[in-house]
């Protein structure tokens, strides 16, 4: 089965710019996390969903990061503006149910 | 979701069994311990879970202490390819994953 698929693999934005990450979970899972991995330490939750309703954000900036996952499926997640400390790899998850899931490849965004 | 404590880094000859320690005092009845890892430059991987009963599967067991405050991780036969970050997270089904610094395991030759 094809595993869930993130783009653009790198991006490099000075501050202040935007920059949208995309993903396509495995075909049927309704549960989509995105998580973001600063180097040298484990992922950390940013936003989950349930098809294309929101379960926790408590851990997303919201005044500079948003995301959506219309129609259930794919998801996007979007900085704007990004700073410094937001360059980390951006992982995204999805499973049926449960917990944990199957992780992308992952998104390296490097701000300068 | 209990706190839990792993070495900070681990080493192993090739070949032979890994053991990835994990510690979980204040774990809570209704908690399994999920173990992942993650091969440099890859999102984490599964391994395994558990909630009382050992587990095995086929990439490796998972010993729980009676007590369940511990948990062991064993790989049987370590390759090269098994060096990688081990996170082990203690949860409550259905869940999510809050993932804390992890083991470095380094396999070498």
């Known amino acids: 089965e094809a595993g869930v698929a993130q783009s653009p693999r790198y991006k490099i934005i000075e501050k202040r710019q935007s920059v949208a990450f995309w993903c396509n979970p495995i075909?049927?899972?309704?549960?989509l996390y995105w998580y973001q991995q600063i180097l040298g330490q484990g992922p950390k939750l940013l936003i989950q969903?349930?098809?294309?309703?929101?379960?926790?954000d408590s851990q997303l900036p919201k005044d500079r990061f948003s995301a959506e996952r219309l129609k259930g499926v794919d998801s996007t997640l979007k900085i704007q503006p990004a700073k410094l400390e937001d360059s980390a790899v951006y992982l995204c998850?999805?499973?049926?149910?449960?917990?944990?899931?199957?992780f992308g490849p992952g998104t390296r965004l490097t701000v300068t | 979701d209990a706190k839990t404590t792993q070495p900070t880094s681990m080493d192993c000859a090739e070949g032979r069994a890994a053991n990835l320690p994990c510690n979980h005092s204040?774990?809570?009845?209704?908690?399994?311990v999920y173990w992942y890892r993650q091969i440099h430059s890859q999102g984490p991987q599964y391994i395994i879970h558990?909630?009382?009963n050992n587990e095995t599967n086929e990439m490796a067991s998972l010993i729980i202490t009676e007590d369940r405050k511990s948990s062991t991780l064993i790989l049987p036969h370590a390759t090269l390819r098994d060096t990688a970050v081990y996170y082990c997270?203690?949860?409550?089904?259905?869940?999510?994953?809050?993932f804390g610094a992890g083991t470095i395991l380094r396999v070498k030759s």
């Open positions: 998850a999805s499973s049926l149910g449960g917990t944990g899931g199957l």
């Open positions: 075909s049927g899972h309704a549960t």
């Open positions: 997270i203690a949860t409550e089904y259905g869940n999510k994953l809050v």
């Open positions: 204040t774990i809570s009845g209704n908690e399994y």
């Open positions: 969903f349930q098809n294309n309703g929101v379960v926790d």
């Open positions: 558990g909630l009382k």
